[in-house]
């Protein structure tokens, strides 16, 4: 076979697999979309859920998703970020440190029930938060802090390594050198780590079934003290988030209009998704713009 | 081949003159592991002079130029034996502070390596380091080290752009400014001009020759005729040991060694 037939053959395979990718995506999210866009109104997402009338909406479990989000981000993130720098930068090559990367990896790949149940034991029934915020987010930590470990030392080993002799043979310190010059210029990988985490963590349900919950209290959106019982920022109450809801009126609902809910409750979960990756986008770029200047 | 070397040579420093000793180099051994990368290496670096060290891919001359600021040090595997003086003090001794070492003792590398920031972010950012926090003070160092080498006037209008838009020529430019900022005593390059085209190489040889008026200047050069157009001194390493150091005048024209020798007459490498 000559080079030419064998470069058209193999370009083809290729053109022929990124067809069937883009095109499951897009009716997967055709499908969703189609299926669900109809039941969205501004009234289903600003009324609460309604046990078993028709016409209640997501109010509460978009709020809960969206605080589960934040609340894992902020333990994982910072925490994560450190532990990838520790990995690529100060972690010396050996038998401990290729012990602490397989464990991060083992972790990273647990499947969400088994961190659920794990979730359950520990901080539900061991700490006694009870199926609460907190709960919930410390679950999803547990598999999100790796992700975010794993991304941040990939981001730093990326690294064309002329860029830390550079800073070292100016004079900064190690720190200094990680501080001003690697981690701005990993940051546009770091940061697509996380919004990729982000996405699954928003998406989450079998790790929250039995942290975070199935209920959320009536809560009063014009509360915001965090100590009070019905406010959307107590960390000790119970919060069933978006995917959980959808998963629960799926399988135990009673209420008449249990399609409608469902699917629109998975079209408002996937553009949720989407708009937090163009967000994340956009103030990435701009954040990147800022720390490297205009091209 | 005579004819070709004093050619080489019609560039030369014509004028000579002894300069005193900067930096001492004594019994110094270099391993990587098991692997013995340069052998009980002697010479002396002149102050104020540009000192290159040639030798074919492979000879030690990038390792050993690595040792004098301890860049080697980022190899877990890479030790180091013998003595290095600068001003009275061993710069291989483990009680050196390296931070202040590579304040002292700048290198520029093979491959422009400006940080993905401004331009003039490139220049502050070593200064800044060192606790200059004054601006009008910033400004005037970036100014004064982008205008020594020639830099200030291509890009005095885009001091806020990224370094990374530069020709590779002007980066390479921009990262001895860079290495000027902190006022350091001596300049290593390593192979500065090998990833560049001639325009920017004749460049920098000239801004190398300007240079030494107050710096002394290291470099490692695969290219004989760069060391025979701009160094005062020559080291020929070859296979981990520095076979010959003279003046480059002399080892261009009466090399002792067979091996320098043939090196310079091209007869291999």
Redesign the interface.
């Known amino acids: 076979m000559s080079s030419k037939v064998t470069n058209r053959i193999a370009l083809s395979v290729i053109i022929l697999c990124a067809c069937i990718l883009v095109g499951t995506l897009a009716a997967l999210l055709g499908y969703i979309l189609v299926q669900g866009v109809t039941s969205i109104s501004w009234d289903f997402l600003t009324s609460p859920s309604s046990p078993f009338m028709a016409g209640g909406g997501i109010k509460d479990q978009l709020w809960n998703s969206l605080y589960v989000l934040i609340i894992t981000m902020i333990l994982t993130v910072p925490i994560g970020v450190c532990g990838g720098i520790y990995l690529a930068e100060y972690a010396?090559?050996g038998k401990l440190t290729s012990f602490i990367r397989s464990c991060v990896e083992v972790l990273a790949s647990l499947p969400s029930i088994v961190v659920g149940m794990f979730g359950m034991l520990i901080f539900v029934n061991y700490f006694g938060w009870r199926y609460s915020v907190l709960s919930g987010a410390l679950a999803l930590t547990v598999f999100n802090l790796p992700v975010i470990v794993r991304v941040t030392e990939d981001g730093f080993r990326s690294l064309?390594r002329?860029?830390?002799?550079?800073?070292?043979?100016?004079?900064?310190?190690h720190w200094?050198t990680i501080k001003?010059?690697l981690l701005?210029?990993a940051f546009p990988s770091i940061l697509t780590g996380i919004i990729l985490s982000a996405g699954r963590v928003f998406g989450e349900s079998a790790a929250l079934l039995f942290t975070a919950g199935l209920t959320t209290p009536n809560l009063d959106f014009t509360n915001w003290n965090p100590s009070a019982p019905n406010s959307p920022l107590n960390m000790f109450r119970s919060a069933e988030t978006l995917s959980v809801h959808i998963w629960s009126v799926n399988t135990s609902g009673i209420i008449p209009d249990i399609e409608k809910v469902a699917n629109g409750s998975a079209a408002v979960l996937v553009i949720c998704v989407l708009l937090f990756n163009l967000f994340a986008r956009a103030v990435g770029k701009m954040i990147n713009q800022k720390?490297?200047?205009?091209? | 081949m005579i004819e070709m070397e004093s050619s080489l040579l019609s560039f030369a420093k014509a004028s000579e003159k002894e300069t005193s000793v900067l930096i001492q180099v004594k019994d110094v051994d270099i391993y990587y592991g098991e692997n013995h990368a340069v052998r009980q290496v002697n010479m002396p670096i002149h102050e104020r002079s540009i000192t290159a060290l040639i030798g074919p891919s492979g000879c030690g001359k990038s390792t050993f130029i690595r040792t004098i600021n301890r860049m080697n040090d980022l190899i877990p595997t890479a030790r180091c034996e013998g003595h290095i003086d600068y001003h009275g003090i061993n710069i291989l001794s483990p009680k050196v502070d390296v931070v202040k070492l590579r304040k002292e003792i700048g290198m520029v590398f093979q491959q422009p390596n400006p940080f993905p920031k401004t331009i003039s972010e490139n220049i502050q950012l070593p200064l800044k380091f060192a606790g200059v926090r004054n601006k009008r003070k910033l400004k005037d160092v970036t100014e004064q080290c982008l205008k020594q080498v020639t830099l200030w006037d291509e890009v005095k209008d885009r001091l806020d752009r990224s370094a990374t838009g530069l020709s590779g020529g002007q980066q390479q430019r921009l990262c001895i400014a860079r290495a000027l900022a902190l006022k350091p005593g001596v300049i290593l390059l390593d192979e500065p001009t090998s990833a560049l085209d001639p325009v920017s190489t004749a460049k920098i040889e000239e801004l190398l020759l300007q240079l030494k008026k107050d710096y002394t200047i290291v470099i490692v050069t695969h290219n004989m005729q760069q060391a025979a157009r701009i160094a005062d001194y020559t080291a020929f390493f070859y296979q981990g040991e520095l076979v010959e150091f003279g003046t480059t005048k002399k080892l261009f024209t009466q090399p002792e060694k067979k091996d320098t020798a043939d090196y310079i007459a091209g007869r291999f490498g």
Do not use: D, F, N, V
């Open positions: 010396r090559p064309p002329h860029q830390k002799e550079g800073g070292l043979a100016l004079g900064l310190t200094h001003t010059i701005p210029a720390l490297s200047g205009r091209h």
